[in-house]
C-alpha cells in the first residue's frame, strides 16, 4: 500500500474494504454472529468483558449417570453456583410437567466455550437454567433470543450489570430479542435510541416467565400446584 502512495503522484487514493486485509494483515478476532438454527441445550447468553459487551453460547448435554453435575469452560464460583441453583430449580419444577424425567438416572454437562478464558459474575443464571431445560426436554430455543440476569433458589430473576454493553453487543451479532430483570428496565435510558427499536425486550420477574418465553412452558406457580395432603403422625411421631 505504501508503494501504491507512492506512485499515485497527487493523484486521489481511494481505500476500499478489500483493501483492509493487505494494510492491517489478517483478521485476528471477529465477533460471533446468530446462526439460524441452534440444537437442544444451547441457548445464547450476554456476557460482560473489559473491553464491552459479549454474546456468548451456553452448551448443556445429558448421559446416563447418578444425578451429577457437571462444569467446564472455566467457571469461577458465582458461574457454578448460578448452575447448581439452576439445576435445583428445573429439578423442582419441570416434573410438574414431565413426570417421567428422572433427575438421579442422569449426569447433566453444561459448558460455556472459550474454555482458555476464566469467566465468573451474577449473570448467567438463566441462561443456564434455560439451557438445561432446552436440553432435558428437547426442545431448541431461539438463538436470536438472548439473555441476562441472576437468579435465587426461590426462583426470582435479579438485576445484573453491563447492561448497556451487553445489549450493544446483542445487537451487533444480529440479536432480535433480550430477556432483562424488570429493575433492569431502567438501565435501557442509557441505550441509544437506533439500538434499542430495532430489539424487542422481555422483563421478567420469575424463572416460570422465562421458560415461558424461551420454551413456551406453562409451569403452575407455587400456589397452583396441588400438594398431596399430609400423612398421619403415627404414635411415635406423635410423642405418646
Request: charged letters at 25%.
Amino acid at each position: 500500500m505504501s508503494l501504491k502512495i507512492i506512485k499515485a503522484e497527487g493523484l486521489p487514493l481511494r481505500v476500499e474494504e478489500k483493501d483492509l486485509e493487505e494494510i492491517f494483515g489478517a483478521e485476528r478476532f471477529s465477533a460471533d454472529m446468530i446462526g439460524s438454527l441452534l440444537p437442544p441445550g444451547v441457548v445464547t447468553g450476554l456476557a460482560w468483558t473489559p473491553v464491552g459487551g459479549d454474546i456468548l453460547f451456553i452448551e448443556s448435554a445429558q448421559m446416563p449417570g447418578k444425578g451429577n453435575l457437571l462444569l467446564t469452560g472455566q467457571l469461577g464460583e458465582v458461574m457454578q453456583e448460578s448452575a447448581k441453583i439452576a439445576l435445583t430449580l428445573l429439578k423442582s419444577r419441570l416434573p410438574l410437567l414431565d413426570p417421567l424425567l428422572d433427575f438421579a438416572k442422569k449426569d447433566i454437562h453444561v459448558h460455556v466455550p472459550a474454555g482458555a478464558i476464566p469467566k465468573d459474575g451474577p449473570s448467567a443464571g438463566i441462561t443456564m437454567l434455560t439451557s438445561m431445560a432446552s436440553m432435558l426436554l428437547n426442545k431448541p430455543v431461539d438463538p436470536k433470543i438472548a439473555m441476562t440476569g441472576e437468579i435465587s433458589l426461590r426462583g426470582s430473576v435479579m438485576p445484573v450489570g453491563g447492561i448497556k454493553e451487553k445489549v450493544i453487543a446483542a445487537h451487533r451479532a444480529g440479536v432480535q430479542e433480550i430477556l432483562l430483570c424488570k429493575r433492569n428496565e431502567k438501565d435501557l435510558k442509557e441505550i441509544p435510541e437506533d439500538i434499542r427499536k430495532d430489539l424487542r425486550f422481555h422483563f421478567v420477574e420469575d424463572v416460570n416467565e422465562v421458560l415461558k418465553i424461551t420454551l413456551g412452558l406453562d409451569v403452575p406457580k407455587w400456589d397452583q400446584v396441588q400438594l398431596p395432603p399430609p400423612s398421619p403422625l403415627s404414635p411415635t411421631d406423635a410423642g405418646t
